[in-house]
């Protein structure tokens, strides 16, 4: 493919005197795992809970003595509600309506701490607000290592937490205690109860060595190499992994998986899914080899991925797609899904590099992990030719931030998405434009090798910016990640008609996935309207003429936000206000047009002219248009073939007495905007009463539209 003409444009960074080589400036940094787990855990399925213990050797690699050790116990922030991340609380609310057996406390948890050893000798311990602190026997020096062993008993909650169960998917994560990180230059370990808004991802890489004794019938996923142990006891069976060098230790289990496999180039790449639909392999067969495109392109423009597989698995998480170490974690498959336009697959897998193995601590400095992941993403579909979710869709971004990239979650609150995802990946553009392609390849190529299996901060980040591309370069870049309100530099944003023409690209490529959605979706659907004019089909807006002053300005303000639409998503469009012009063009233009005609039908020359081909057109959708056009106070819209052309549409926006009543006006307007969407159900007609509520309507009913729905 042709490189992209932007890349060398712009005003180049300030370059060290000297050339740069990697080997030259960065030492090689070797992979140490200062931890090393072995875990023996078994699953009780009748009360979803696991018995587990666990051995834990720990090298004191600071230069401080240690007199305690410290563990996260995420599993607890399922105690109580108010501790629960908000992040599934939507999800949950949703399946606490669908199963109204289950009771509140069925949808919480926790980790039960039963004994801490060192050399059979008993340590006294602590487990308060998801950190357990032990207390060692004897203090370690530096250099020094200790192990402990540790039983403990975990009830997993219903529902749809990272730690759950529901239906007949086990979601294992945060499920046995983890040595938390020890910050050396503050002398604490980082206590920190799991973020209830976002994130708190951050663990040392360490070596890990698991026995988990399930059913019999149960498939279970982890990271690592994976053998299993049969018939050790009645119905039940040891699945053993065992996964060196990772950040993140999860498992995901189910009696109904069915798993997908293919190797290439000493790479494993596996899907596990629920066999639940027709030609659901084909598509995972299609998802495995996206995966692949992206693993090879990512292990070239950074680092090599340096395990021999790659998990994903699908569960019954909805909206959200979660990065672990190794694995990744998506929702259901549809059989319109499609692997190519799937960019959240794409940012899951690149979190293999800004996560699993550049680590990061993601409740003070989410922005190295989401903006790299997401910067990313778009660079990978760039270099694919996609026009939309390419460079382009961070070009188009102007919008501002009052908070800095670089800010905590605590401090970004719910903006988490703007700021880290958008304002982090616009940052990282910039920075991308300034330099160069091959410049900021050798930067990314320099970070890796410096941070792998490490923790890397938002300062050495710079300070690598600095030793590879020099001081203005480091100056830019630390500008753009801590001052609020980050916007590209004009040099690197869309022109005006640059602006106008992804848009239109971008609203046709969202009318074709939600439409293409639903199987078999009605011909007469007032959204496809929409669709047909960025498709560039012509089309019309007819008014009704000879109406009163107040039904005038309604029906211009109409005209005004279906005109401001269009004009924002660069469909073209005529509008016919006079009678003696649309009789000019009914035969002619607007014979091959989609028309959107506003107004009383009795005094709309379109309506008139064609009433009885519109009745029997209506008729065929259920629109019973001669009762509803006489019912008093009735109003709404409905969407037929168009009377003399069966490849276009009219689509009716229509009130019955002289004009809406200023009470039922907003609410008018409202349904008329979400009509022609493609967030909400797609109708084919809807009559309202004269408040403004829907008394009756048909409809079809968008699966995406709950993704779309306000919380």
């Given at each position: 493919?042709?490189?992209?003409?932007?890349?060398?444009?712009?005003?180049?960074?300030?370059?060290?005197?000297?050339?740069?080589?990697?080997?030259?400036?960065?030492?090689?940094?070797?992979?140490?795992?200062?931890?090393?787990?072995?875990?023996?855990?078994?699953?009780?399925?009748?009360?979803?809970?696991?018995?587990?213990?666990?051995?834990?050797?720990?090298?004191?690699?600071?230069?401080?003595?240690?007199?305690?050790?410290?563990?996260?116990?995420?599993?607890?922030?399922?105690?109580?509600?108010?501790?629960?991340?908000?992040?599934?609380?939507?999800?949950?609310?949703?399946?606490?309506?669908?199963?109204?057996?289950?009771?509140?406390?069925?949808?919480?948890?926790?980790?039960?701490?039963?004994?801490?050893?060192?050399?059979?000798?008993?340590?006294?311990?602590?487990?308060?607000?998801?950190?357990?602190?032990?207390?060692?026997?004897?203090?370690?020096?530096?250099?020094?290592?200790?192990?402990?062993?540790?039983?403990?008993?975990?009830?997993?909650?219903?529902?749809?937490?990272?730690?759950?169960?529901?239906?007949?998917?086990?979601?294992?994560?945060?499920?046995?205690?983890?040595?938390?990180?020890?910050?050396?230059?503050?002398?604490?370990?980082?206590?920190?109860?799991?973020?209830?808004?976002?994130?708190?991802?951050?663990?040392?890489?360490?070596?890990?060595?698991?026995?988990?004794?399930?059913?019999?019938?149960?498939?279970?996923?982890?990271?690592?190499?994976?053998?299993?142990?049969?018939?050790?006891?009645?119905?039940?069976?040891?699945?053993?992994?065992?996964?060196?060098?990772?950040?993140?230790?999860?498992?995901?289990?189910?009696?109904?998986?069915?798993?997908?496999?293919?190797?290439?180039?000493?790479?494993?790449?596996?899907?596990?899914?629920?066999?639940?639909?027709?030609?659901?392999?084909?598509?995972?067969?299609?998802?495995?080899?996206?995966?692949?495109?992206?693993?090879?392109?990512?292990?070239?423009?950074?680092?090599?991925?340096?395990?021999?597989?790659?998990?994903?698995?699908?569960?019954?998480?909805?909206?959200?797609?979660?990065?672990?170490?190794?694995?990744?974690?998506?929702?259901?498959?549809?059989?319109?899904?499609?692997?190519?336009?799937?960019?959240?697959?794409?940012?899951?897998?690149?979190?293999?590099?800004?996560?699993?193995?550049?680590?990061?601590?993601?409740?003070?400095?989410?922005?190295?992990?989401?903006?790299?992941?997401?910067?990313?993403?778009?660079?990978?579909?760039?270099?694919?030719?996609?026009?939309?979710?390419?460079?382009?869709?961070?070009?188009?971004?102007?919008?501002?931030?009052?908070?800095?990239?670089?800010?905590?979650?605590?401090?970004?609150?719910?903006?988490?998405?703007?700021?880290?995802?958008?304002?982090?990946?616009?940052?990282?553009?910039?920075?991308?434009?300034?330099?160069?392609?091959?410049?900021?390849?050798?930067?990314?190529?320099?970070?890796?090798?410096?941070?792998?299996?490490?923790?890397?901060?938002?300062?050495?980040?710079?300070?690598?910016?600095?030793?590879?591309?020099?001081?203005?370069?480091?100056?830019?870049?630390?500008?753009?990640?801590?001052?609020?309100?980050?916007?590209?530099?004009?040099?690197?944003?869309?022109?005006?008609?640059?602006?106008?023409?992804?848009?239109?690209?971008?609203?046709?490529?969202?009318?074709?996935?939600?439409?293409?959605?639903?199987?078999?979706?009605?011909?007469?659907?007032?959204?496809?309207?929409?669709?047909?004019?960025?498709?560039?089909?012509?089309?019309?807006?007819?008014?009704?003429?000879?109406?009163?002053?107040?039904?005038?300005?309604q029906q211009e303000l109409m005209v005004n936000q279906l005109t401001t639409l269009f004009d924002l998503s660069g469909v073209k469009y005529d509008v016919i206000r006079d009678r003696q012009i649309l009789k000019k063009k009914m035969k002619k233009e607007l014979a091959t047009s989609n028309v959107?005609?506003?107004?009383?039908?009795?005094?709309?020359?379109?309506?008139?002219?064609?009433?009885?081909?519109?009745?029997?057109?209506?008729?065929?959708?259920?629109?019973?248009?001669?009762?509803?056009?006489?019912?008093?106070?009735?109003?709404?819209?409905?969407?037929?073939?168009?009377?003399?052309?069966?490849?276009?549409?009219?689509?009716?926006?229509?009130?019955?007495?002289?004009?809406?009543?200023?009470?039922?006006?907003?609410?008018?307007?409202?349904?008329?905007?979400?009509?022609?969407?493609?967030?909400?159900?797609?109708?084919?007609?809807?009559?309202?009463?004269?408040?403004?509520?829907?008394?009756?309507?048909?409809?079809?009913?968008?699966?995406?539209?709950?993704?779309?729905?306000?919380?």
């Amino acid at each position: 493919m042709a490189a992209c003409p932007i890349l060398n444009t712009g005003s180049a960074a300030a370059a060290p005197s000297t050339e740069f080589t990697v080997s030259q400036a960065i030492e090689d940094v070797k992979s140490q795992t200062p931890i090393q787990y072995r875990i023996e855990a078994r699953l009780n399925e009748n009360n979803m809970t696991i018995e587990g213990s666990e051995s834990i050797t720990y090298k004191n690699t600071s230069k401080d003595t240690l007199k305690e050790l410290v563990f996260h116990t995420y599993a607890d922030a399922n105690r109580s509600k108010s501790t629960q991340t908000t992040m599934f609380e939507r999800s949950n609310q949703e399946i606490s309506k669908d199963n109204p057996d289950k009771k509140p406390e069925d949808f919480l948890g926790g980790i039960d701490i039963k004994k801490v050893m060192t050399d059979s000798r008993a340590l006294d311990f602590s487990n308060k607000n998801q950190a357990l602190i032990v207390n060692l026997e004897h203090p370690i020096q530096p250099g020094e290592s200790v192990s402990v062993q540790i039983q403990f008993n975990l009830k997993i909650p219903y529902g749809s937490q990272r730690l759950s169960y529901y239906k007949d998917i086990i979601n294992g994560a945060h499920w046995f205690p983890v040595v938390s990180v020890y910050d050396e230059a503050k002398h604490e370990w980082d206590t920190k109860p799991y973020s209830q808004t976002f994130e708190t991802d951050y663990y040392t890489s360490a070596d890990y060595e698991v026995q988990f004794n399930v059913p019999e019938q149960y498939q279970v996923m982890m990271p690592g190499t994976i053998t299993t142990r049969d018939d050790v006891e009645n119905g039940r069976k040891v699945v053993s992994a065992v996964a060196q060098n990772t950040r993140e230790f999860v498992f995901f289990a189910s009696p109904n998986f069915k798993v997908d496999s293919v190797t290439r180039n000493g790479l494993t790449v596996e899907y596990y899914y629920l066999d639940n639909q027709p030609g659901k392999k084909k598509i995972v067969d299609g998802y495995i080899d996206q995966a692949f495109k992206a693993i090879d392109f990512f292990s070239d423009k950074y680092g090599k991925y340096p395990y021999p597989e790659f998990r994903v698995v699908e569960s019954y998480v909805e909206g959200v797609a979660i990065e672990y170490s190794r694995v990744i974690q998506m929702g259901q498959i549809g059989l319109n899904s499609d692997p190519g336009q799937d960019t959240v697959f794409i940012h899951e897998i690149a979190h293999q590099w800004f996560h699993a193995l550049i680590g990061n601590n993601s409740e003070t400095e989410s922005f190295l992990d989401e903006g790299f992941a997401d910067f990313s993403t778009v660079y990978f579909t760039e270099k694919l030719g996609d026009k939309l979710q390419g460079f382009k869709s961070i070009q188009f971004d102007e919008s501002t931030e009052d908070k800095a990239i670089a800010s905590t979650n605590e401090e970004v609150g719910d903006l988490a998405s703007p700021v880290f995802y958008n304002k982090g990946r616009q940052a990282i553009y910039q920075l991308y434009r300034s330099v160069g392609e091959e410049q900021f390849d050798t930067l990314m190529k320099a970070y890796f090798k410096r941070y792998v299996y490490q923790n890397a901060t938002i300062d050495g980040l710079l300070q690598t910016i600095e030793d590879v591309l020099g001081k203005e370069a480091r100056s830019d870049m630390k500008q753009a990640l801590y001052e609020p309100n980050f916007v590209l530099k004009p040099e690197y944003q869309l022109s005006n008609e640059e602006k106008t023409a992804y848009l239109h690209d971008q609203f046709q490529s969202l009318y074709e996935s939600a439409l293409t959605q639903v199987p078999n979706l009605p011909f007469e659907t007032m959204s496809r309207v929409m669709h047909k004019a960025l498709q560039g089909e012509p089309l019309a807006i007819v008014i009704s003429d000879q109406v009163s002053k107040s039904a005038n300005k309604q029906q211009e303000l109409m005209v005004n936000q279906l005109t401001t639409l269009f004009d924002l998503s660069g469909v073209k469009y005529d509008v016919i206000r006079d009678r003696q012009i649309l009789k000019k063009k009914m035969k002619k233009e607007l014979a091959t047009s989609n028309v959107i005609v506003i107004g009383q039908a009795q005094s709309n020359g379109w309506v008139q002219a064609l009433k009885s081909n519109i009745m029997e057109r209506a008729d065929k959708i259920g629109f019973q248009w001669k009762k509803n056009m006489n019912q008093p106070s009735a109003n709404g819209a409905y969407v037929i073939k168009h009377p003399y052309n069966q490849n276009r549409l009219m689509l009716h926006y229509y009130w019955n007495e002289d004009h809406l009543n200023s009470g039922a006006l907003e609410s008018y307007m409202m349904n008329m905007q979400k009509s022609i969407g493609f967030t909400d159900a797609y109708y084919q007609y809807y009559v309202l009463d004269k408040k403004g509520q829907v008394s009756e309507d048909k409809k079809v009913d968008n699966p995406l539209s709950k993704f779309f729905a306000e919380n």
